[in-house]
């Protein structure tokens, strides 16, 4: 049986289990507290941590209430040149870029958000962190903290991890990769967005949960492959989704008009 990946990536999953079990009551709890408010519970990363953003919402297995923060600046579309990867590592550093991008999202007092992010100190998601929490939002951080042992690179002195008011560790390494390869000088295979991934998972499971308790279910989605599901429920959901963000939109309204007039 080969021991390359699978096998540590698993031992990593269940070292982050372990790790984060009260983390993750405590973050179930105030996003059940956000959505149960009529709120949303948002998400975001920069670069490959994007990718965990696209996996919650919208899947199947998941439900209304999650709203992905994706600016395609910070997305790689091309490994060079136009929307290539060096342009957003080098906009994902640049503080107070984030901050413009947030000007128009519909973040509310009561919301929730969670940040994806491996190294924890490029200024997108501290600038995401701390803008969040001048609006009165539960901030969770999700990244390694074998990385907290760097140093800060923000003007503001702080890390991710210290600018949230909550920290999901991936327990990934501060290399990523994982995997040794005899004759090879690095490691190969990465870990972070996998385990991000996974967490998330466990968070919306948690969340779930949490809301039935309180006896409070909300639209699913499920695959049309299922007997007796069609493409017509998920427009349907996609309609609850809708009303759901013009709401907060309009909550959003009066902030985005100060924000606009300099205020």
């Known amino acids: 049986m080969s021991d390359l990946y699978i096998h540590r990536l698993a031992a990593l999953i269940d070292q982050a289990a372990k790790t984060n079990e009260e983390a993750f009551g405590q973050a179930a709890s105030r996003f059940a507290d956000s959505l149960q408010g009529g709120g949303l519970v948002h998400l975001y990363g920069s670069g490959h941590s994007v990718l965990p953003v696209q996996e919650v919402f919208p899947r199947y297995g998941s439900y209304v209430g999650f709203n992905p923060l994706t600016d395609p600046r910070v997305m790689w579309h091309n490994v060079l040149g136009a929307g290539g990867v060096r342009e957003l590592l080098w906009l994902e550093r640049t503080e107070k870029y984030a901050e413009k991008f947030l000007d128009h999202q519909p973040l509310n007092k009561g919301d929730s958000l969670i940040i994806f992010s ?15 929490q001048k ?4 901030v969770v951080a999700v990244t390694s903290k074998n990385n907290l042992d760097k140093p800060a690179t923000h003007s503001s002195g ?7 008011d909550l920290v999901i560790d991936t327990c990934s390494p501060i290399e990523d990769a994982i995997v040794p390869v005899e004759g090879w000088s690095r490691p190969v295979s990465g870990s972070s967005t996998v385990l991000a991934m996974i967490l998330a998972h466990e968070l919306i499971a948690r969340t779930a949960e949490q ?9 699913v989605f499920a695959s049309p492959t299922i007997a007796g599901v069609t493409l017509h429920d998920t427009d349907v959901i996609y309609g609850v989704h809708r009303e759901r963000m013009l709401e907060a939109q309009k909550k959003h309204l009066p902030t985005f008009q100060a924000t606009m007039r300099g205020e």
């Open 118 to 132: 491996n190294n924890a100190r490029n200024s997108s998601g501290i600038d995401t962190a701390l803008s969040a």
């Open 135 to 138: 609006r009165g939002i539960f």
């Open 158 to 164: 702080k890390r991710l991890a210290d600018a949230a």
């Open 211 to 219: 809301l039935a308790k309180r006896g409070i279910e909300l639209p």
